[in-house]
């Protein structure tokens, strides 16, 4: 099997493992990545939301925010680990567009 | 180690953009001396899978998680000019499709996480194992050490820039406008969560996928692999 079909298979098993980067810091508790705190989480932190931050963190609204679907949030485990997958399956598929796209224009044209 | 919207200041957030903007100039520049068609598909799959590992996120035990960026080994294969445009392209869309890192600190993720992390990494692969034959245990180590100082020198970065953030930009009574947390507070907080476990997690896929690659496609790994030279 040549090499390059052997990454995409991996990169196929890594989004089907990849809720375990989900599951993982739920089961442990574990809160956000340091310095990666919502508004909220920021009040409770630090006793008060600064100004600045709470100005800036509402000036991108992402489609599929923290890797979840929007309105699935209160569905359940299993709908969060699914639309985990579905976001990895998006991003991969976006990221080797885009990076393809690029990669054409700067590449050489000999094969 | 994706900084979100707010925790930078403007001024902050333009230093870091106009840092990238020559850096993804002189990157496209070497690539397109450099990459052939038949090695576009793996840039792709650089890309795609640094933005996969970064989505398994490692726990501390009732305390903060992290991640591995797959920086080192992107720029072991890729090159390192090669690995800043792959990850850079993952955390563009990280950040426009899943507000994972802000889009006001794209340039400064970037620096951290598209720039440092594989320059560092992949010199210290070079360095480590220089002149050493394709199947020596110490391309693996050379790896493993890569990740390991690459993510964190760019988690010491990420920590440097929050920690002066309350110094630049605060109220007359001294209340924070962005990231609240100083150096003191910042810097140890980002650099002993990757000492401990994120820069472990970062070596060990390093070292193990170089040490997969070195016995299936070891062309990919020669003295002068697949993007660097011709």
């Given at each position: ?5 052997k990454?995409w ?27 990666e ?17 709470k100005r800036?963190?509402i ?20 709908y ?21 796209g690029?990669?054409r224009l700067?590449s050489k044209?000999?094969? | 180690?994706?900084i979100?919207?707010g ?17 993804w100039?002189?990157?496209?520049k ?21 933005f ?6 490692v726990?501390?035990p009732?305390?903060?998680t992290g991640?591995?960026?797959?920086g ?12 800043c445009?792959?990850?850079t392209v993952?955390?563009v ?7 994972d890192?802000?889009i006001t600190?794209i340039?400064a ?5 598209a ?14 194992s220089?002149?050493?034959p ?7 180590i ?17 920590g440097?820039e ?5 110094l ?9 406008l ?10 140890p ?11 472990w ?9 170089i ?11 020669g003295?002068?692999?697949?993007l660097r030279?011709?």
């Amino acid at each position: 099997m040549k090499i390059i079909t052997k990454f995409w298979i991996g990169l196929a098993v890594l989004i089907i493992l990849s809720p375990i980067g989900l599951i993982l810091p739920e089961h442990f508790k574990a809160g956000s990545a340091w310095g990666e705190w919502g508004a909220d989480e920021m009040q409770k932190l630090a006793g008060y939301v600064p100004n600045g931050l709470k100005r800036l963190s509402i000036l991108w609204n992402a489609p599929m925010p923290d890797y979840a679907v929007k309105g699935w949030e209160e569905k359940g485990l299993l709908y969060l680990i699914f639309a985990y997958i579905i976001s990895a399956i998006v991003g991969i598929g976006l990221i080797v567009l885009v990076a393809m796209g690029i990669g054409r224009l700067l590449s050489k044209k000999e094969f | 180690m994706h900084i979100p919207d707010g925790y930078l200041g403007p001024a902050t957030c333009g230093v870091f953009y106009a840092v990238m903007l020559p850096i993804w100039t002189v990157a496209s520049k070497i690539v397109k001396k450099t990459l052939k068609a038949k090695q576009v598909p793996i840039l792709a799959i650089g890309a795609a899978f640094s933005f996969v590992i970064m989505m398994f996120n490692v726990p501390i035990p009732g305390g903060t998680t992290g991640h591995a960026v797959g920086g080192a080994l992107v720029a072991i294969l890729l090159g390192p000019w090669a690995a800043c445009i792959a990850i850079t392209v993952a955390l563009v869309i990280q950040a426009l499709l899943f507000g994972d890192g802000g889009i006001t600190a794209i340039g400064a993720n970037c620096f951290n996480m598209a720039f440092v992390l594989p320059f560092v990494g992949y010199y210290i692969y070079r360095a480590i194992s220089y002149n050493a034959p394709i199947d020596s245990n110490r391309r693996v180590i050379a790896a493993g050490v890569g990740g390991y100082i690459g993510i964190n020198v760019a988690a010491f970065l990420a920590g440097i820039e929050f920690g002066l953030q309350p110094l630049l930009y605060h109220t007359a009574s001294g209340q924070a406008l962005y990231c609240p947390y100083g150096l003191k507070a910042a810097v140890p907080a980002m650099l002993g969560g990757h000492m401990l476990v994120f820069g472990w997690v970062e070596a060990i896929v390093t070292a193990l996928v170089i040490k997969y690659l070195l016995k299936t496609a070891p062309e990919l790994l020669g003295p002068s692999p697949s993007l660097r030279n011709k």
